[in-house]
């Protein structure tokens, strides 16, 4: 049995980690909370940048016809600024929650699926990719099971539950990759091939 100083040392040792876990706890959320109300503030602030810069697009378009030359250089200068600026708005909203598309708000429902950085965004992007790879040679074993050695009707109907939540889930990872700025569909692309010889 210990002495009674030494367990009291360790009750208060244990009592003292769970405060600090409590007061990291606490300034997480803090952080969380300021992290979202800059990432509002960002989100609106950029919005209103693109109205005004779509409207001055518009004008300088209506003013480009009846232009003298100088004037027309300048409304080109000012044009390639303006498609610098949406770029940059490109890359910043990148970083930031955006809304989901149809497809995701009609599967997912209105959950926040943007991936904050490069890191978690390369991870998902190689972990769909392993899924990708690793089903599609399961569902390819298992057909040839199911065309050489499985001639049940139960079997064919398992295996085509299994094709269509395959591309049920390829899809929706797809959607979730596309939302967070890639640029390729392959599950599309492998359709399009399909269907069109």
Known sequence: ??????????????????????????????????VTSLQTACSSSIHRQKKTLKDLKHSLQRCKPRASPEEFALIQEISSQIKERQNAFF??????????????????????????????KFAYK?????????LTIILLLGAVACRCFLHYRVTDEVFNFLLVWYYCTLTIRESILISNGSRYSATCKTHESMECP
Not at 11 to 23: A, F, I, S, V
């Open 91 to 120: 890359d910043m909203e990148a970083y930031l929650p955006k809304r989901n598309g149809l497809y995701l708000n009609l599967v997912l429902g209105n959950v926040n699926v943007t991936l904050l950085s490069n890191q978690a």
């Open 1 to 34: 049995m210990l002495p009674s100083h030494t367990t009291e040392h360790f009750r208060c040792c244990h009592n003292t980690r769970g405060l600090r876990r409590g007061e990291t706890h606490k300034v997480y959320r803090q952080k969380l909370e300021e």
């Open 126 to 134: 190689d972990e769909y990719e392993k899924f990708k790879l690793y």
